[in-house]
């Protein structure tokens, strides 16, 4: 190998894929840093339900992905020592970002019980 290819001592191997869940566990996707699907599992009883449901539920954990490994990628920078400003530039988000958009996202497509009766 030569020297402009060796590997950095001093930096941790950053993950090539993230994975994240649906909040039941039904759906489950592995992402790249991007946020492109590797991997989708999904539960069995959820292919029954309305597909573009389905697959906007799919297209928005692969976000979510995306954004976590972005938080994940900030962290390891400003560890190496990358300003403030810098950080800034790089349109990483922050957690505080991550958080509010996924709290926005979660009342956004909540989805409504299939049926309002329950037992008396």
């Given at each position: 190998m030569s020297e402009g290819?060796?590997?950095?001592?001093?930096?941790p191997d950053f993950p090539t894929e993230f994975t994240l869940s649906s909040r039941t566990g039904a759906i489950v996707v592995t992402t790249t840093e991007a946020g492109l699907p590797r991997a989708i599992s999904v539960d069995r009883a959820r292919l029954r339900e309305d597909p573009e449901l389905l697959a906007a539920e799919i297209l928005r954990l692969c976000h979510q992905s995306a954004a976590r490994a972005g938080i994940e990628r900030r962290a390891q920078l400003q560890a190496a020592g990358l300003s403030s400003e810098l950080l800034a530039l790089t349109g990483l988000p922050t957690a505080e970002d991550v958080t509010r958009q996924e709290y926005v996202e979660e009342q956004e497509y909540e989805t409504e019980p299939e049926s309002w009766l329950r037992p008396i």
């Amino acid at each position: 190998m030569s020297e402009g290819n060796a590997p950095m001592d001093s930096a941790p191997d950053f993950p090539t894929e993230f994975t994240l869940s649906s909040r039941t566990g039904a759906i489950v996707v592995t992402t790249t840093e991007a946020g492109l699907p590797r991997a989708i599992s999904v539960d069995r009883a959820r292919l029954r339900e309305d597909p573009e449901l389905l697959a906007a539920e799919i297209l928005r954990l692969c976000h979510q992905s995306a954004a976590r490994a972005g938080i994940e990628r900030r962290a390891q920078l400003q560890a190496a020592g990358l300003s403030s400003e810098l950080l800034a530039l790089t349109g990483l988000p922050t957690a505080e970002d991550v958080t509010r958009q996924e709290y926005v996202e979660e009342q956004e497509y909540e989805t409504e019980p299939e049926s309002w009766l329950r037992p008396i």
